[in-house]
């Protein structure tokens, strides 16, 4: 039993140290609460006017989501063991989303105003996904560096699958979508389609041989479009982060102790365009 331990502790943590996470969620959380509303965190929290209302309603917002209590329960255990708990509720999402979907749950268990249970439980999982990610742009200041970028933009496309498929359940569930059929409109009753839909309507490219069937089609299309357009703003926000960070880091090498601050900025998305450019012409 030992070596099966060992074995997976090594399989899913490599050499990296479970060392403590120093500090209780719930209560750094409402640190961070009371750091915006007194501006006495450092330069970067301090906000006024909208910036602040809304720093203050995004912290507030995480403790009605099981994210915040997930942290909370294995953050007990160190820090690793948070990362990695909050790794299963990421795949455990992304499970949910595709039963939901393609088992037909979103039609079961109608006990929420005549709406679906599971439809419900879609929605929510959209809006956490949205306030959560909302969350790390406006107040990035309070997070700590992740452990690497590369595992981050795992977790945002991991994100992204579990967000169409759940637009896709709430889709169904509304009988929100159609499609012309001998120049009659038959509704989408098919997971496929209307996972089909949702992907293109990410991407801003729409073919027309699906449309919105009425007014809540329309809109749950503009706030699906809005929802990808901030999953998108989140990963540049990474990848400029990094690439000011490698910045820093070649400069501090080049320098010795000398530290230079770097700050994602024009800067920082030319040397992005630069990499991309490279990587074509390979």
């Given at each position: 039993?030992?070596?099966?331990?060992?074995?997976?502790?090594?399989?899913?943590?490599?050499s990296?140290?479970?060392?403590?996470?120093?500090?209780?969620?719930l209560?750094?959380?409402?640190?961070?609460?009371?750091?915006?509303?007194?501006?006495?965190?450092?330069?970067?929290?301090?906000?006024?006017?909208?910036?602040?209302?809304?720093?203050?309603?995004l912290?507030i917002?995480?403790?009605?989501?099981?994210?915040?209590?997930?942290?909370?329960?294995?953050?007990?255990?160190?820090?690793?063991?948070?990362?990695?708990?909050?790794e299963?509720?990421?795949?455990?999402?992304?499970?949910?989303?595709f039963?939901?979907?393609?088992?037909?749950l979103?039609?079961?268990?109608?006990?929420?105003?005549?709406?679906?249970?599971?439809?419900?439980?879609?929605?929510?999982?959209i809006?956490?996904?949205?306030l959560?990610?909302?969350?790390?742009?406006?107040?990035?200041?309070?997070?700590?560096?992740?452990?690497s970028?590369?595992?981050?933009?795992?977790?945002?496309?991991?994100?992204?699958?579990?967000?169409?498929?759940?637009?896709?359940?709430?889709?169904?569930?509304?009988?929100?979508?159609?499609?012309?059929?001998?120049n009659?409109?038959?509704?989408?009753?098919?997971?496929?389609?209307?996972?089909?839909?949702?992907?293109?309507?990410?991407?801003?490219?729409?073919y027309?041989?699906?449309?919105?069937?009425?007014?809540?089609?329309?809109?749950?299309?503009?706030?699906?479009?809005?929802?990808?357009?901030?999953?998108?703003?989140?990963v540049?926000?990474?990848?400029?982060?990094?690439?000011a960070?490698?910045?820093?880091?070649?400069?501090?090498?080049?320098?010795g102790?000398?530290?230079?601050?770097?700050?994602?900025?024009?800067?920082?998305?030319?040397?992005?365009?630069?990499?991309?450019?490279?990587?074509?012409?390979?």
């Amino acid at each position: 039993m030992s070596t099966d331990k060992k074995f997976f502790s090594k399989l899913l943590m490599s050499s990296y140290s479970n060392e403590p996470l120093g500090h209780k969620v719930l209560s750094h959380q409402i640190q961070n609460l009371k750091d915006v509303w007194n501006n006495t965190g450092d330069a970067k929290s301090k906000a006024i006017g909208t910036e602040r209302l809304l720093k203050m309603f995004l912290i507030i917002v995480q403790f009605i989501t099981p994210s915040i209590y997930i942290r909370a329960f294995f953050g007990r255990y160190g820090n690793l063991a948070k990362n990695l708990g909050i790794e299963l509720y990421v795949i455990f999402k992304l499970l949910c989303a595709f039963c939901i979907l393609f088992f037909g749950l979103y039609n079961n268990l109608k006990i929420i105003w005549g709406y679906s249970f599971f439809m419900c439980w879609a929605f929510f999982m959209i809006l956490e996904t949205v306030l959560y990610s909302a969350n790390l742009i406006i107040n990035n200041n309070v997070f700590t560096n992740p452990i690497s970028y590369k595992r981050n933009l795992i977790f945002v496309i991991l994100d992204y699958i579990e967000l169409n498929l759940d637009f896709a359940t709430v889709y169904l569930s509304l009988k929100a979508l159609k499609k012309i059929v001998s120049n009659n409109d038959v509704l989408i009753t098919k997971p496929l389609d209307s996972l089909y839909f949702s992907f293109i309507s990410s991407l801003t490219i729409g073919y027309g041989d699906i449309t919105p069937l009425n007014d809540t089609g329309k809109y749950l299309i503009i706030f699906q479009v809005l929802v990808f357009l901030l999953l998108g703003a989140l990963v540049i926000n990474f990848y400029s982060a990094q690439i000011a960070s490698e910045k820093e880091g070649r400069k501090s090498d080049s320098k010795g102790n000398s530290r230079s601050i770097v700050r994602p900025g024009m800067h920082s998305w030319l040397c992005l365009f630069k990499r991309f450019r490279k990587g074509i012409s390979r």
